[in-house]
């Protein structure tokens, strides 16, 4: 039996990758269809949520499912207290040393940017930041770094055939070796090379024990804020049971230089999530999607980047929310909810939560009218962390 014909014999049980039916949660909906979670916001308190999953678009009554993307963790965080303002070309130098033309389309009355740096190592999560080291290791090291290891063994190998050759010489070359060798410059000659075999064998070494570990840092990104003077209410973009989400735009607009070469025009300006939903991505090697969550600060001190430290937090919203029109059995238990995601698993510690950050996390919930918070721990990632001792 062939894939064709066993797939078509024996289809994929979908309706029980969520049991609603032994929680009798479908014959529930089936009989009250408007008690699908609609005014409900659930707050998912874990590694963060993907704005860009599918099934975690719309409600089931056409609202936008996630509401706020935010991380409490500090792993997203970009200090942008630098001001400068373009020169008369209209470039601004970056904090990477990259000269960075601004658009002639962006609104910026003051004419004056905050900028930062930020290390995109800090966003992704471990899988995605062994696989990006890896292809970086491919472009940037491994190619330089074997040239320069075959060098250095050609040139060991060729002192070995020198030491080789006086040592098999005939025995009146052995006087004359002798003596050569007796004499101050022949010493000399012959200490230069055993030091030049030591030097060379500790290089050897060195090299062979970088390539084994690394010593990968990871690109940085120019992080670019301003303010287009556009702040101004909202309407309630929430519950319809009486709490109150409010949404105030702040016209605060963030660029991050995903070109890695200060191609501004290449990149997406992106407001903060809870304003527009808007969604970047690092790069489609990386597939790697952040959004902004606020700038904060009197002077727009810091700017907080937000990116998903893992794939949990994702698949425990779509059970609890997903609204799949095309195919029911793939929803979740309230499709008509709404979905706050609240980073609290580090990107820099394996995705572990630390305290500060489940603090903060209760603090938001707590002034935002959550309904539901649903917290799962993942203390189990501290034997993964290299600690001292």
């Known amino acids: 039996m062939d894939a064709a014909e066993f797939e078509s014999q024996y289809s994929f049980p979908l309706q029980d990758l969520v049991p609603k039916s032994e929680t009798e949660a479908s014959l529930f909906l089936r009989n009250y269809p408007d008690y699908d979670g609609r005014g409900v916001v659930i707050a998912i308190i874990d590694t963060g949520v993907d704005p860009l999953a599918k099934g975690l678009q719309t409600t089931s009554d056409g609202r936008r499912k996630i ?23 209209g470039f601004i130098t970056g904090l990477t040393g990259r000269k960075l033309l601004i658009p002639s389309h962006w609104h910026n009355p003051s004419n004056s ?26 472009a940037f090291w491994d190619g330089s ?25 005939d025995p009146k070359s052995d006087v004359e070796v002798s003596d050569s060798s007796a004499s101050p410059k022949g010493k000399a000659e012959k200490e230069a090379l055993k030091l030049e075999k030591e030097d060379l064998c500790s290089q050897l070494k060195l090299l062979e024990s970088l390539d084994k570990k690394f010593p990968d840092q990871g690109p940085v990104v120019d992080v670019i804020t301003w303010n287009d003077g556009s702040g101004k209410r909202k309407e309630s973009e929430g519950s319809s049971d009486g709490s109150v989400w409010s949404v105030e735009r702040s016209g605060w607009c963030v ?31 990386c597939l790697c999607n952040f959004t902004v969550e ?26 609890a929310a997903a609204n799949r029109p095309d195919n029911a059995d793939l929803n979740g238990v309230a499709p008509g909810a709404q979905i706050v995601s ?21 603090d938001y919930c707590n002034r935002n009218n959550i309904h539901i918070a649903n917290y799962i721990s993942g203390s189990q990632q501290l034997s993964r962390l290299r600690l001292p001792g």
Not at 151 to 163: A, D, S, Y
Not at 261 to 281: M, N, Y
Not at 350 to 361: F, L, Q, V
């Open 67 to 89: 509401l706020d993307c935010v991380d409490t963790t500090g792993s997203g965080d970009v200090d942008t207290s630098t001001r400068v303002s373009p020169d008369s070309d």
């Open 342 to 362: 609240i980073k609290i698993g580090d990107s820099r510690l394996h995705a572990m939560e630390t305290g500060t950050a489940m603090i903060r996390a209760m």
């Open 145 to 169: 770094h074997e040239r320069l290891l075959a060098t250095i063994k050609q040139r060991l190998l060729q002192i070995e055939q020198q030491e080789k050759s006086a040592s098999q010489s």
């Open 294 to 319: 606020g700038v904060y600060g009197a002077a727009a001190d810091t700017t907080v980047l937000v990116a998903t430290s893992g794939s949990h937090g994702t698949h425990v919203a779509a059970i």
């Open 113 to 138: 940017y905050n900028i930062g740096v930020k290390n995109v190592f800090d966003l992704y999560y471990a899988s995605t930041k062994r696989r990006m080291s890896e292809q970086r290791k491919k």
């Open 255 to 285: 660029c991050v230089d995903t070109s890695f070469s200060g191609d501004l025009d290449e990149c997406k300006v992106l407001r903060p999530f809870r304003e527009e939903g808007q969604v970047g991505r690092i790069s489609e090697e």
